[in-house]
T-cell receptor, first 112, second 113 residues
Framework: KQEVTQIPAALSVPEGENLVLNCSFT??????LQWFRQDPGKGLTSLLL???SQREQTSGRLNASLDKSSGRSTLYIAASQPGDSATYLCAVRPGSNYQLIWGAGTKLIIKP | GAGVSQSPSNKVTEKGKDVELRCDPISGHTALYWYRQSLGQGLEFLIY????????KSGLPSDRFSAERTGGSVSTLTIQRTQQEDSAVYLCASSFQSGNEQFFGPGTRLTVL
């Protein structure tokens, strides 16, 4: 059974720092992996989607990497800003079906 | 047009009543998904539609939950005889095809008193 873990559960850093959020999964047979952010009381915003054949994806100050063999993905945020404060969720689509398996999220606070 | 929309945004109901939650996917998206996010818990998959058919209903927690999709577009999630443990945010997502990037609506916050 696929399980997704995100570490740390919470992170607080000063504005301007570069940071890394971690996501690990137990079954390397995945179809893709997606990173989302969730702002309080709001829905989910898709940040990056990495297909199983890809190693990384970049969007602006965000870079997500995928190492299927070790069951890990990282989300790198460069030059963090207070507006980056949110909960970041990673979700894996297993190869065999269409649902997403979710991590519990990392709550990120960027201090001005 | 715009992104995924859901209605109502908030719903408060009494235990035992039935509720209907609506999802309008992005135009042209053939796949539609329902998830539930309970307080203090992660997201939980409920059901997936490809067109009007639901090949995967594995996540529905009980037979009080049902969903339909008509015209390959709008979907309705129905919860009968609501219980307090049904209180959660219900999220809908759509994707252009199954397995592609999923785009989420703002959710419906359901509170069962």
């Amino acid at each position: 059974k696929q399980e997704v873990t995100q570490i740390p559960a919470a992170l607080s850093v000063p504005e301007g720092e570069n940071l890394v959020l971690n996501c690990s999964f137990t079954d390397s047979a995945i179809y893709n992996l997606q990173w989302f952010r969730q702002d309080p009381g709001k829905g989910l915003t898709s940040l990056l989607l990495i297909q199983s054949s890809q190693r990384e994806q970049t969007s602006g100050r965000l870079n997500a990497s995928l190492d299927k063999s070790s069951g890990r993905s990282t989300l790198y945020i460069a030059a963090s800003q207070p507006g980056d404060s949110a909960t970041y969720l990673c979700a894996v689509r297993p190869g065999s079906n269409y649902q997403l398996i979710w991590g519990a999220g990392t709550k990120l606070i960027i201090k001005p | 047009g715009a992104g995924v929309s859901q209605s109502p945004s908030n719903k408060v109901t009494e235990k035992g009543k039935d509720v209907e939650l609506r999802c309008d996917p992005i135009s042209g998206h053939t796949a539609l998904y329902w998830y539930r996010q309970s307080l203090g818990q992660g997201l939980e998959f409920l059901i997936y539609f490809q067109g009007n058919s639901a090949p995967d209903k594995s996540g529905l927690p009980s037979d009080r939950f049902s969903a339909e999709r008509t015209g390959g577009s709008v979907s309705t999630l129905t919860i009968q005889r609501t219980q307090q443990e049904d209180s959660a945010v219900y999220l809908c997502a759509s994707s252009f095809q199954s397995g592609n990037e999923q785009f989420f609506g703002p959710g419906t916050r359901l509170t069962v008193l």
